[in-house]
């Protein structure tokens, strides 16, 4: 139990296109999701968190107009990059976690990751 | 601002020893702390998660403690094998976001 997907798992697009990450909660229902970004070599830094239904909460740095996140419903979300750029290059991971309210003792479940390259 | 240390950043064993990760958090109002490994190129795989409540949690060869009023954290893998070659991380719970270090990169060499 408790899987989570990704679409696509690689992705190549030129430079100034945009480009949509799919992250999908396969056998339960994702009240939070979560999106990361890892540079090679790098930790898991977290960009942004969504709510389903809610607009998504970003870190502090992340261009909320750059990073689209929608999680219009509870088994999915999606990232889109817009005007993408070399610098966007990166391996992009979810995670979806079950349960409402106080969340504090719930588990986050991670998508095995989409490895975006821009030219 | 919650900051996680790994400690070290890469450890090469032979096959057969016993190893120990360590990770330190700066804010110990933690929920719970997670230990994930990460093979080349791939996702995040979950080892083992410690409520803040609980001292350590253990699955087979993995056996992970959890100090809180320290700070520290420790995962000991016990007869290593070169399977067990991956980056650990280790990440910290604050009730809604997770905070990860930077990792240790593990080789066992057979």
């Known amino acids: 139990g408790a899987v989570v997907s990704q679409h696509p798992s690689w992705v190549i697009c030129k430079s100034g296109t945009s480009v949509k990450i799919e992250c999908r909660s396969l056998?339960?229902?994702?009240?939070?999701m979560f999106w990361y970004r890892q540079f090679p070599k790098q930790s898991l830094m977290l960009m942004a968190t969504s709510n389903e239904g809610s607009k998504a909460t970003y870190e502090q740095g992340v261009e909320k107009d750059k990073f689209l996140i929608n999680h219009a419903s509870l088994t999915l979300s999606t990232l889109t990059v817009t005007s993408a750029h070399p610098e966007d290059s990166s391996f992009y991971i979810c995670s979806a976690r079950a349960g409402q309210g106080f969340t504090f003792y719930y588990e986050q479940y991670f998508g095995p990751g989409t490895r975006l390259t821009v030219t | 601002k919650q900051e996680v240390t790994q400690i070290p950043a890469a450890l090469s064993v032979p096959e057969g020893e016993n190893l120990v990760l360590n990770c330190s958090f700066t804010?110990?109002?933690?929920?719970?702390l997670q230990w994930f490994r990460q093979d080349p190129g791939k996702g995040l795989t979950s080892l083992l998660l410690?409520?803040?409540?609980?001292r350590e949690q253990t699955s087979g060869r993995l056996n992970a403690s959890l100090d809180k009023s320290s700070g520290r954290s420790t995962l000991y893998i016990a007869a290593s094998q070169p399977g067990d070659s991956a980056t650990y991380l280790c990440?910290?719970?604050?009730?809604?976001?997770?905070?990860f270090g930077a990792g240790t990169i593990l080789r066992v060499k057979s």
């Open positions: 056998d339960f229902q994702a009240t939070t």
């Open positions: 804010d110990s109002a933690i929920y719970n």
């Open positions: 990440a910290v719970g604050d009730g809604n976001k997770l905070v």
């Open positions: 410690i409520q803040s409540s609980q």
